[in-house]
Nanobody
Framework: QVQLVESGGGLVQAGGSLRLSCVAS????????MGWFRQAPGKEREFVAA????????SYVNFVKGRFTISRDNAKNTVYLQMNSLQPEDTAIYYC??????????????????WGQGTQVTVSS
């Protein structure tokens, strides 16, 4: 089992920044690729970003490229999502997830085994 706890969400004005954190406990963190997903009201959950177990490979959905950065610190069992230039359409609950898979940077939610409880991000216009 891997337990994931997100933090760092909140209310921010358009153009602002937030950094989300996700701390893992349980099994060896570095064995897992990590991802961030989000779900806006009335919409399906969607992929945002993923990072390989080593941190050497990342993947982003197009609409966050250049604005969001995923990173990880295996010594701290933590994955981060730095979000800059936030827009109202980024408003959602953000979830981190852990994937025990051979895929380096999985983008499909079905490849993820463990999920956090989510943290709310609200961007006002």
């Amino acid at each position: 089992q891997v337990q994931l706890v997100e933090s760092g969400g909140g209310l921010v004005q358009a153009g602002g920044s937030l950094r989300l954190s996700c701390v893992a406990s349980g099994r060896t963190f570095r064995n897992y690729a990590m991802g961030w997903f989000r779900q806006a009201p009335g919409k399906e959950r969607e992929f945002v970003a993923a990072i390989s177990w080593s941190g050497g490979t990342t993947s982003y959905v197009n609409f966050v490229k250049g604005r969001f950065t995923i990173s990880r610190d295996n010594a701290k069992n933590t994955v981060y999502l730095q979000m800059n230039s936030l827009q109202p359409e980024d408003t959602a609950i953000y979830y981190c997830a852990a994937a025990g898979t051979v895929v380096s940077v999985p983008t499909l939610d079905r490849r993820y085994n463990y999920w956090g409880q989510g943290t709310q991000v609200t961007v006002s216009s």
